[in-house]
């Protein structure tokens, strides 16, 4: 299950950069002797979390893509992500843009509230 503020998102959502994020974060110097010095620290916010419908699953339709659409259209917002079993606090990754992105599944000329759409979703964690 997938929930973004209240609204149910399609389980078939992949989270495509999962184990892409840094958990920690590192700067090395070195001395004028020549000695290494490394300094490091726990990197908990800022975690990237992109959602993405594969091409045969996690469709969301018109209705849930206008719903994100409000979501991600007020500046400063943040919302709980509720991920299968986990939750974070999260922003729309608005300085990556699109931070929403929606494709139809199937074009059409004349577009219906039952159309299903293909997402990219870029989140990041507080």
């Given amino acids: 299950m997938i929930v973004l503020d209240s609204l149910s998102l399609p389980s078939g959502l ?3 950069d999962q184990y892409a994020s840094q958990a920690v974060v ?3 110097k070195r001395t004028l002797a020549g000695s290494l010095v ?3 620290a726990g990197h908990p916010a800022g975690r ?4 993405e419908s594969p091409q045969d699953s996690g469709w969301l339709t ?3 893509v206008e ?3 409000l979501l991600a259209a007020s500046p ?3 919302y709980v992500l509720q991920i299968h079993d986990e939750t974070y606090q999260v922003m729309f990754r608005h300085h990556e843009p ?3 992105d929606a494709r139809p599944l199937w074009p059409y000329d004349q577009p219906r509230a039952s159309d299903f759409f293909l997402v990219t979703l870029k989140l990041i964690s507080l």
């Fill in 67 to 69: 719903a994100l659409a």
């Fill in 14 to 16: 992949m989270w495509t």
């Fill in 38 to 40: 490394v300094f490091h």
């Fill in 62 to 64: 018109r209705a849930q």
């Fill in 98 to 100: 699109p931070a929403l």
């Fill in 76 to 78: 400063g917002a943040s």
């Fill in 48 to 51: 990237e979390i992109t959602l």
């Fill in 26 to 28: 590192q700067t090395v």
